[in-house]
């Protein structure tokens, strides 16, 4: 089957996703632990990403409210969190993206944020949904780990009938029994079907919700398995979660991608997306 191009280009600062471009990178640290280390891991990544030539749009959460336990750690908050993140763009020129999870976030996230992100434990909440629709930013929409991936039609229908077809759905896994996830590649050309650009989140499909008790556990070493796979489907982009030390990480350590091993992971992942796109 040819590679499909019938889905809806979208720009977002100087980096396009959708149609037949390259596969982009949505990576950065699952949370913003603190100022310097951001600054740093975006460096790197524009460094990895310009050796394998990829374009990137750079991800952290300035607040996770989904976590496991109430002691896990959730980030800066809204107000630092922001700052930081527009320190990131000012110095790099990069386009961000972080996750919003109330209406009252919208205005304000949307400031410094080129894609705001609605995360897959939200993505039925009609009321948030449509709010950030109506804000005009880009949205980057994740399934939910409940859903089958036609059910997006619907979610993707109360963006558009708010007036925004600015939207990226993103495919992070399928709950499987107990503290386990499934992804299944079918998702993927059928999520692709809905005319929009279809990332796959590499490193959340990896995790364990729930699965060490008081934390989420993860299974980093299939995420090059699973991306490889996923980018052979004829996706967009890939997410990941990366970090300097991942078994140090604050937040999803076990499924976050070590920064040394990236660039390795990355070549593979163009190599195929390349093979994929010439069709």
């Excluded at 740093?40 to 990403?49: D, F, W």
Aim: proline share 4%; aromatic share 6%.
């Amino acid at each position: 089957m040819p590679f499909n191009t019938l889905v809806r280009k979208i720009k977002i600062g100087n980096v396009a996703i959708g149609g037949d471009n390259p596969l982009i990178l949505i990576a950065g640290p699952c949370v913003i632990e603190n100022e310097e280390a951001t600054l740093r891991v975006a460096e790197r990544l524009i460094k990895i990403t310009s050796e394998v030539g990829m374009q990137l749009v750079f991800k952290a959460s300035y607040d996770k409210a989904n976590r496991t336990s109430v002691s896990s750690f959730r980030g800066p908050g809204m107000k630092e969190g922001l700052r930081i993140l527009a320190k990131v763009k000012s110095t790099f020129e990069l386009p961000l993206l972080s996750d919003i999870h109330g209406i009252d976030q919208i205005d304000e996230a949307a400031e410094v944020l080129d894609i705001l992100q609605i995360p897959a434990f939200l993505c039925r909440q009609t009321d948030l949904v449509v709010a950030a629709a109506k804000s005009g930013k880009v949205l980057n929409i994740k399934k939910g780990q409940f859903l089958a991936p036609w059910d997006m039609g619907n979610v993707v229908g109360k963006a558009v009938d708010s007036g925004n077809e600015n939207l990226i759905l993103t495919e992070r896994g399928v709950s499987f029994g107990y503290n386990n996830l499934v992804s299944d590649m079918r998702s993927l050309p059928i999520l692709r079907r809905l005319g929009y650009p279809v990332v796959f989140d590499a490193t959340h499909s990896v995790q364990l919700p729930g699965g060490l008790g008081g934390s989420s556990g993860g299974q980093r070493e299939f995420v090059e398995y699973l991306g490889r796979a996923a980018v052979a489907t004829g996706i967009d982009g890939i997410f990941m979660e990366v970090h300097e030390d991942p078994d140090k990480a604050l937040c999803d350590g076990p499924n976050s991608v070590k920064l040394d091993d990236l660039t390795g992971v990355l070549k593979k992942l163009m190599a195929i997306d390349a093979i994929v796109k010439q069709q």
